[in-house]
């Protein structure tokens, strides 16, 4: 036709790509998965701020730059490229959740031998992102608990524990937040020292201290002083000494709804470790309620709600098949109810997943699924 | 909104992309394409043997005339696409990369029939002629695979078929022609079923269409009374038309591991395949053309079309108005499936369902980075294989490794390279240990 002016293009030979199907994908990264992560652990880190202060954010800042600075060093030395390795974000990942794992109390060297030992220790010797065996994060924390328990106990206090005995003190009342200092550290907030210089006691290490110190098998009567329904209000919001990320449930938990949401992690870990903690600390509670504290108690304290929703669902360290994950998962809860129960440890969340990771390539082998269309092979006679 | 009288069904697994493409050209009506003056058409068009040649070069030649024949039971005749001489007997880029054998056919721009077989009544004539009438039509699994159907039509009589399931799936994205079809031709799809039917001695005739189809399911179940044939809808997702997937959502039958649907009691076909069926025994028509879908983000504009085998895609692309100028794939089949090209001078086989034509933007791009054992692959391979695992034996050459975690089972979907964040190049790593265990095993 005359009116044809515009030209018909075609592809030119010279441009086209040959290479193997699938020719479309997802728009999803690696890099996308880690922001979304961090995404989900801001409730956690805002609760850690608003509790225990500025420390608590300058914790975080030094975990996470120091875990780049860790894997930047390694990639120079290892002659590895160096923007290859850190666009994935996942030493991000490891450095917040490492704060996570802290006391606000924590000084600035003890994040930097801790950001070596996650990133060094816990990831890069073994290859790398997807190659480390332990949850990086996990292998720092318990790595500082052991070399320097003491700093590694440090609780701080939440402001609000401080005001709430100094108003009790004042009123001549009885509160709770007082059951966490030590006798001297409540003569210091009553004279009004710097918040900076008091410790206290975490929920656990209160029931620790009551079982070593009780003539019988502890009492359910030194538990009930911090195991009570009102304190539980307490542990839900974080108004409890800890580490900075561990202390406020609700915090978790809307971080967990949201990495459940963007489906970046198997819900069956945490609603299985969780499961298992309560059914065990529950039985014994029941029939032994002197042994330890109720399954209410336990799922609220102790960064349980951090391990399961958190640590235990890291991708590289859990299992990949579905079943895989509910054995890894009541593992977890197994040792970590043990650990609470029988062992020297006030806390035993971080050993649990610690253990369970060396095991996942085990679950993973037997933890299979059947090939579609595979028939049962049956067993011939010898 | 019609009253639901279709069962539903799906499989366990697959992938579902957010954006399916096929709103590109799901509403174009199929257009027939013009004449062109010369088709070069691959006489290799079926899996099994290639046809053998009965004309020479120079010989005149009519529409629908037979210039090869079956060489063997699992071969199938090929006949000219239109009237004409045949100009050469050559070698054409293949879609596969390696050059076919291909005959010429110049076109007298008359496009006139020769002489065809009667049409028969299909009510009262015999399996056995049925089946003979498909087999000279030269009929293949319109699909894909290009099986000559006769011979699915002819299982062993040791395998009792109960049931047969046609495909009206069209999980590929991106690919509308089967739509169409079911839209604008139920009447033969349905005829081409019953007839398959007939000759199978089955009673159950399914006919599974995804639910993004609602309009051809409509459109057939307003027609599928008096064929008795059950019309399933199944879940949009991605690989829903994988065969033996299929059958578990329309039959819950699971085809055993490394065995056919026969095994299963079930043969299934294509629906472009039942047209083809209906012509060959109703007008007495070979196969010699298809509906295909030119389509994509880089094409002007991408609709349904009708091609005579032998039609090089340049031309076909023509037809669709032409690219933009940004074009880095072409594509023949679908997007999680098809194979790219290098040559325009390709043509059209029986078996091609579609040319997607793709800018840089949508085209995957793969690296060999480390897996995060997110286990997503896992979630999304319709056969329940362990691909993360896979992919990380391949990498380190453990072949019989990967054989012993049923790497042959794989039916290179592309569901664990289409869902992996990391973007590892899964898929080649499957063809690769396949290839590899072949030769172990010679």
């Given at each position: 036709m005359s009116e044809e002016t515009t030209q018909l293009i075609l592809p030119k030979h010279e441009d086209l790509v040959v290479s193997s199907s699938p020719h479309i994908q997802v728009k999803d990264s690696v890099t996308a998965i880690m922001f979304k992560v961090i995404l989900a652990m801001v409730p956690a880190m805002a609760a850690g701020i608003y509790f225990f202060g500025l420390n608590a954010l300058w914790v975080i800042l030094y975990c996470t730059i120091f875990c780049v600075g860790a894997e930047v060093l390694w990639c120079l030395l290892a002659k590895k490229d160096v923007w290859k390795n850190i666009r994935d974000c996942s030493a991000l990942v490891t450095g917040i959740l490492l704060a996570l794992n802290l006391s606000a109390a924590t000084p600035w060297w003890v994040c930097l031998i801790g950001a070596f030992l996650a990133i060094w220790l816990g990831k890069q010797i073994f290859g790398g992102i997807g190659y480390n065996p332990f949850n990086p994060a996990l292998v720092a924390r318990v790595g500082l608990l052991i070399a320097l328990p003491g700093i590694m106990t440090t609780w701080v206090p939440t402001r609000q524990m401080v005001d709430d005995v100094r108003l009790a003190a004042a009123d001549k009342q009885y509160c709770i937040s007082s059951d966490f200092f030590t006798a001297e550290d409540n003569k210091n907030i009553i004279e009004n020292k710097?918040?900076?210089?008091l410790t206290c006691a975490t929920p656990l290490g209160v029931i620790s201290t009551a079982e070593k110190s009780s003539?019988?098998?502890?009492?359910s009567q030194s538990f009930v002083k911090v195991d009570n329904v009102n304190a539980y209000k307490d542990y839900f919001f974080g108004n409890i000494g800890g580490c900075l990320g561990e202390t406020s449930v609700l915090a978790l938990l809307i971080g967990g709804l949201l990495l459940l949401i963007w489906k970046l992690i198997n819900w069956r870990i945490p609603v299985f470790f969780v499961g298992t903690v309560f059914i065990i600390t529950g039985a014994i509670n029941y029939f032994y309620p002197g042994l330890t504290p109720t399954p209410i108690f336990h799922i609220l304290t102790g960064g349980l709600m951090l391990g399961a929703f958190f640590m235990a669902t890291d991708m590289v360290t859990s299992p990949m098949t579905n079943s895989g994950a509910i054995v890894f998962a009541i593992g977890c809860g197994v040792i970590t109810s043990a650990i609470r129960i029988?062992?020297?440890?006030?806390?035993?969340v971080s050993f649990s997943i610690l253990f369970m990771n060396a095991l996942v390539p085990f679950i993973d082998k037997f933890c299979t699924r059947r090939v579609f269309g595979a028939v049962k092979a049956q067993k011939e006679a010898k | 909104m019609s009253t639901k009288n279709y069962s539903t069904g799906t499989f366990q697994g697959g992938i579902h992309p957010s954006y399916d493409g096929k709103d590109l050209s799901k509403d174009s009506v199929v257009a027939v394409a013009p004449l062109y003056e010369k088709y070069e058409v691959a006489l290799q068009q079926n899996i099994g043997k290639a046809p053998k040649l009965i004309v020479a070069v120079g010989d005149d030649v009519k529409k629908g005339q037979k210039i090869a024949e079956a060489d063997g039971f699992v071969s199938v005749p090929l006949h000219s696409p239109t009237s004409g001489v045949v100009e050469a007997i050559t070698q054409i880029p293949g879609p596969m990369g390696a050059p076919v054998n291909a005959v010429v056919i110049k076109s007298d721009m008359r496009d006139e029939w020769g002489e065809l077989p009667e049409g028969l009544d299909w009510h009262n004539a015999d399996a056995a002629t049925l089946k003979q009438r498909i087999a000279d039509a030269g009929i293949v699994g319109m699909g894909g695979a290009a099986f000559p159907s006769v011979v699915k039509l002819s299982p062993p009589p040791e395998k009792k078929i109960t049931a047969l399931v046609i495909n009206?799936?069209?999980?590929?994205?991106?690919?509308t022609a089967d739509h169409r079809l079911m839209l604008e031709s139920p009447e033969r799809v349905l005829t081409g079923a019953a007839i398959m039917g007939k000759i199978l001695g089955v009673e159950n005739i399914y006919i599974g269409v995804e639910l993004n189809k609602k309009d051809a399911i409509d459109m057939l179940l307003a027609h599928a009374e008096k064929y008795n044939i059950k019309i399933v809808g199944l879940k949009v997702q991605y690989p829903q038309g994988a065969e033996k997937q299929l059958i578990y959502a329309v039959t819950d039958r699971k085809v055993p591991a490394g065995g056919l649907p026969m095994d299963a009691g079930v043969v299934v076909q294509n629906t472009a395949t039942c047209a083809a069926v209906a012509d060959a025994v109703i007008e007495g028509k070979p196969l010699i053309d298809r509906v295909t879908t030119i389509t994509g983000e880089a094409v002007k504009n991408p609709g349904n079309w009708r091609l005579k085998i032998g039609t090089p895609i340049r031309e076909a692309i023509k037809l669709a108005g032409g690219t933009t100028d940004d074009v880095r794939k072409v594509i023949l089949g679908g997007p999680m499936m098809g194979f790219a090209q290098k040559s325009l001078d390709v043509t059209i086989q029986k078996n091609s369902s579609g040319i997607l034509i793709f800018p840089e933007s949508k085209i995957a791009q793969y690296q060999s980075s480390p897996c995060i054992r997110c286990g997503r692959c896992l979630q999304g391979c319709p056969m329940k294989l362990n691909p993360a695992l896979l992919g990380r034996l391949i990498e380190n050459e453990k072949f019989e490794l990967a054989r012993d975690n049923h790497v042959m089972d794989c039916m290179e979907c592309g569901s664990c390279a289409f869902i992996c964040p990391a973007h590892r190049p899964l898929v080649q790593h499957m063809r690769r240990a396949k290839a590899e265990i072949r030769n172990m095993k010679k």
């Amino acid at each position: 036709m005359s009116e044809e002016t515009t030209q018909l293009i075609l592809p030119k030979h010279e441009d086209l790509v040959v290479s193997s199907s699938p020719h479309i994908q997802v728009k999803d990264s690696v890099t996308a998965i880690m922001f979304k992560v961090i995404l989900a652990m801001v409730p956690a880190m805002a609760a850690g701020i608003y509790f225990f202060g500025l420390n608590a954010l300058w914790v975080i800042l030094y975990c996470t730059i120091f875990c780049v600075g860790a894997e930047v060093l390694w990639c120079l030395l290892a002659k590895k490229d160096v923007w290859k390795n850190i666009r994935d974000c996942s030493a991000l990942v490891t450095g917040i959740l490492l704060a996570l794992n802290l006391s606000a109390a924590t000084p600035w060297w003890v994040c930097l031998i801790g950001a070596f030992l996650a990133i060094w220790l816990g990831k890069q010797i073994f290859g790398g992102i997807g190659y480390n065996p332990f949850n990086p994060a996990l292998v720092a924390r318990v790595g500082l608990l052991i070399a320097l328990p003491g700093i590694m106990t440090t609780w701080v206090p939440t402001r609000q524990m401080v005001d709430d005995v100094r108003l009790a003190a004042a009123d001549k009342q009885y509160c709770i937040s007082s059951d966490f200092f030590t006798a001297e550290d409540n003569k210091n907030i009553i004279e009004n020292k710097e918040i900076e210089a008091l410790t206290c006691a975490t929920p656990l290490g209160v029931i620790s201290t009551a079982e070593k110190s009780s003539e019988l098998c502890g009492s359910s009567q030194s538990f009930v002083k911090v195991d009570n329904v009102n304190a539980y209000k307490d542990y839900f919001f974080g108004n409890i000494g800890g580490c900075l990320g561990e202390t406020s449930v609700l915090a978790l938990l809307i971080g967990g709804l949201l990495l459940l949401i963007w489906k970046l992690i198997n819900w069956r870990i945490p609603v299985f470790f969780v499961g298992t903690v309560f059914i065990i600390t529950g039985a014994i509670n029941y029939f032994y309620p002197g042994l330890t504290p109720t399954p209410i108690f336990h799922i609220l304290t102790g960064g349980l709600m951090l391990g399961a929703f958190f640590m235990a669902t890291d991708m590289v360290t859990s299992p990949m098949t579905n079943s895989g994950a509910i054995v890894f998962a009541i593992g977890c809860g197994v040792i970590t109810s043990a650990i609470r129960i029988w062992g020297n440890y006030p806390e035993g969340v971080s050993f649990s997943i610690l253990f369970m990771n060396a095991l996942v390539p085990f679950i993973d082998k037997f933890c299979t699924r059947r090939v579609f269309g595979a028939v049962k092979a049956q067993k011939e006679a010898k | 909104m019609s009253t639901k009288n279709y069962s539903t069904g799906t499989f366990q697994g697959g992938i579902h992309p957010s954006y399916d493409g096929k709103d590109l050209s799901k509403d174009s009506v199929v257009a027939v394409a013009p004449l062109y003056e010369k088709y070069e058409v691959a006489l290799q068009q079926n899996i099994g043997k290639a046809p053998k040649l009965i004309v020479a070069v120079g010989d005149d030649v009519k529409k629908g005339q037979k210039i090869a024949e079956a060489d063997g039971f699992v071969s199938v005749p090929l006949h000219s696409p239109t009237s004409g001489v045949v100009e050469a007997i050559t070698q054409i880029p293949g879609p596969m990369g390696a050059p076919v054998n291909a005959v010429v056919i110049k076109s007298d721009m008359r496009d006139e029939w020769g002489e065809l077989p009667e049409g028969l009544d299909w009510h009262n004539a015999d399996a056995a002629t049925l089946k003979q009438r498909i087999a000279d039509a030269g009929i293949v699994g319109m699909g894909g695979a290009a099986f000559p159907s006769v011979v699915k039509l002819s299982p062993p009589p040791e395998k009792k078929i109960t049931a047969l399931v046609i495909n009206g799936a069209e999980c590929e994205p991106y690919l509308t022609a089967d739509h169409r079809l079911m839209l604008e031709s139920p009447e033969r799809v349905l005829t081409g079923a019953a007839i398959m039917g007939k000759i199978l001695g089955v009673e159950n005739i399914y006919i599974g269409v995804e639910l993004n189809k609602k309009d051809a399911i409509d459109m057939l179940l307003a027609h599928a009374e008096k064929y008795n044939i059950k019309i399933v809808g199944l879940k949009v997702q991605y690989p829903q038309g994988a065969e033996k997937q299929l059958i578990y959502a329309v039959t819950d039958r699971k085809v055993p591991a490394g065995g056919l649907p026969m095994d299963a009691g079930v043969v299934v076909q294509n629906t472009a395949t039942c047209a083809a069926v209906a012509d060959a025994v109703i007008e007495g028509k070979p196969l010699i053309d298809r509906v295909t879908t030119i389509t994509g983000e880089a094409v002007k504009n991408p609709g349904n079309w009708r091609l005579k085998i032998g039609t090089p895609i340049r031309e076909a692309i023509k037809l669709a108005g032409g690219t933009t100028d940004d074009v880095r794939k072409v594509i023949l089949g679908g997007p999680m499936m098809g194979f790219a090209q290098k040559s325009l001078d390709v043509t059209i086989q029986k078996n091609s369902s579609g040319i997607l034509i793709f800018p840089e933007s949508k085209i995957a791009q793969y690296q060999s980075s480390p897996c995060i054992r997110c286990g997503r692959c896992l979630q999304g391979c319709p056969m329940k294989l362990n691909p993360a695992l896979l992919g990380r034996l391949i990498e380190n050459e453990k072949f019989e490794l990967a054989r012993d975690n049923h790497v042959m089972d794989c039916m290179e979907c592309g569901s664990c390279a289409f869902i992996c964040p990391a973007h590892r190049p899964l898929v080649q790593h499957m063809r690769r240990a396949k290839a590899e265990i072949r030769n172990m095993k010679k």
